[in-house]
């Protein structure tokens, strides 16, 4: 179970132990169900981590 918290206008994931899955560094993210793994944006460009902050797809200005 993950938690999307805002700090200073980013987004980003923590665990239940309150610990930083995603860093709290994106304008947004989202959860993908089909591909289990975030949508994520940064300024206007969108890319896709997992939940180990890898990135799968690199940022680009076309929307996932």
């Known amino acids: 179970l993950?938690?999307?918290v805002r700090m200073n206008?980013?987004?980003g994931l923590i665990n239940q132990r309150m610990q930083q899955v995603i860093p709290i560094q994106y304008d947004d993210i989202s959860y993908d169900s089909?591909?289990?793994a975030n949508i994520v944006k940064l300024g206007n460009?969108?890319?896709m981590v997992d939940f180990?902050?890898?990135?799968?797809?690199?940022f680009s200005k076309n929307y996932l």
Not at 52 to 58: G, K, T
């Open 9 to 11: 206008n980013k987004v």
């Open 2 to 4: 993950f938690y999307r």
């Open 45 to 47: 460009e969108y890319g």
């Open 34 to 36: 089909s591909y289990k």
């Open 52 to 58: 180990e902050h890898n990135m799968l797809i690199p």
